[in-house]
């Protein structure tokens, strides 16, 4: 249910863009693999690639949750653009593509754009993931490709870096595609760096050389300035490992009031706060603070950081805050997430403090 800080961080390297740029074959600049489907679920068939027509081809899946977050931001912009851009919503890596046409139904004027599967007679992993997602070293879904007139690759990414001054740009034949795939070189590059500096801090703290683990955080920050996220959640797991708590707290107070919208980093300094197991000491106040920020964010919808909310509330006792906190985030979810809220709501009822996930 939550995450740790080394997933975090795993995470903040996948939405940097990082691929295994090195093994990629189909790049920025690539004329455009032909497109292999099996079934059209939604819209007119595509045969091939028409010169003069720009197309977008996006790869998704019915289990992936980022993928039904930018489903929306890619409908609309196609709904902007419908009568110069093609739109495909390509369906991969998918465990049971009968699902695919009640999950399209589902989202509704969210997703009126073309939907395709994945032709998978000659290969279970599909066609266009293979020749789209492998070749181009995207292992991440949701992932897109714009094909621009000449049917050439202009631009990879995932689909919320897409705007409407980029398809403008594209769609009008002013889009550089020899600076894009310049500047995408370029990227990779720096993040196989970060990927190089990653590997010495994991290896130092798995050491515990302290100082080297500092010296990898260090370099890290000058090769991406970008990112001051990253560093100090990194200074803030040293510090933990050291025991050294009160530097500890200073940093993650200073992290969580430099990004105070940021939800998903609020959330995550205020569990381990709360949660990390072998902690000797714990700022459970600056945790609910950070909890109440994320809360806040988020208008009070995400049952999660809710459950994060109640777990410091009954923490720094306020037992009747924290059941109705917890009575919130069991009613906004389903399933089984349901089930494991209820069972902490009954154990802040029954005056316990439950274990964490």
């Known amino acids: 249910m939550k995450m740790t800080i080394t997933i975090v961080l795993l995470l903040l390297v996948a939405l940097a863009g990082v691929c295994s740029a090195n093994a990629a074959t189909l790049k920025i600049g690539s004329p455009a693999p032909k497109l292999q489907v099996a079934k059209w679920v939604q819209g007119e068939p595509v045969k091939d690639f028409?010169?003069?027509?720009?197309?977008?081809?996006?790869?998704?899946?019915?289990?992936?949750?980022?993928?039904?977050?930018?489903?929306?931001?890619?409908?609309?912009?196609?709904?902007?653009?419908?009568d110069k851009v093609v739109v495909i919503g390509q369906d991969c890596w998918e465990n049971d593509e009968s699902g695919v046409p009640a999950f399209v139904k589902k989202m509704g004027t969210n997703m009126t754009y073309r939907v395709a599967l994945d032709d998978k007679s000659t290969d279970s992993k599909g066609a266009m993931a293979m020749t789209w997602m492998e070749a181009a070293g995207q292992h991440g879904i949701p992932t897109a490709f714009i094909v621009n007139q000449k049917g050439v690759i202009a631009w990879m990414g995932h689909p919320?870096?897409?705007?409407e001054e980029l398809w403008d740009q594209v769609v009008s034949g002013k889009y550089d595609v020899a600076k894009a795939a310049a500047d995408y070189e370029q990227r990779n590059a720096a993040q196989l760096k970060m990927q190089e500096l990653e590997e010495k801090f994991t290896a130092a703290m798995k050491a515990e050389k302290w100082d080297e683990a500092s010296a990898a955080v260090d370099e890290m920050a000058k090769a991406n300035p970008e990112n001051s996220i990253m560093p100090d959640l990194l200074r803030f797991q040293i510090l933990l490992r050291q025991k050294n708590y009160d530097a500890?707290?200073?940093?993650?107070?200073?992290?969580?009031?430099?990004?105070?919208?940021?939800?998903?980093?609020?959330?995550?300094l205020a569990w381990?706060?709360?949660?990390?197991?072998?902690?000797?000491?714990?700022?459970?106040?600056?945790a609910e603070k950070m909890a109440v920020r994320a809360n806040n964010a988020l208008g009070g919808k995400e049952p999660a950081v809710l459950d994060t909310l109640a777990r410091a509330q009954f923490m720094n006792g306020k037992k009747q805050e924290a059941i109705a906190t917890?009575?919130?985030a069991m009613d906004l979810s389903e399933g089984a997430r349901k089930d494991a809220f209820k069972a902490t709501l009954t154990s802040y009822q029954n005056g316990k403090l439950p274990d964490a996930d």
């Open 272 to 286: 381990t706060l709360l949660a990390m197991p072998g902690l000797e000491k714990r700022d459970t106040v600056l």
């Open 160 to 163: 919320m870096g897409m705007t």
């Open 326 to 328: 917890e009575q919130k």
């Open 248 to 268: 500890a707290f200073k940093t993650a107070e200073k992290l969580s009031d430099a990004h105070p919208d940021v939800a998903g980093l609020q959330n995550e």
């Open 50 to 82: 028409e010169p003069g027509k720009v197309y977008v081809v996006e790869f998704w899946a019915t289990w992936c949750g980022p993928c039904r977050e930018s489903i929306p931001h890619l409908n609309a912009l196609y709904e902007k653009f419908k």
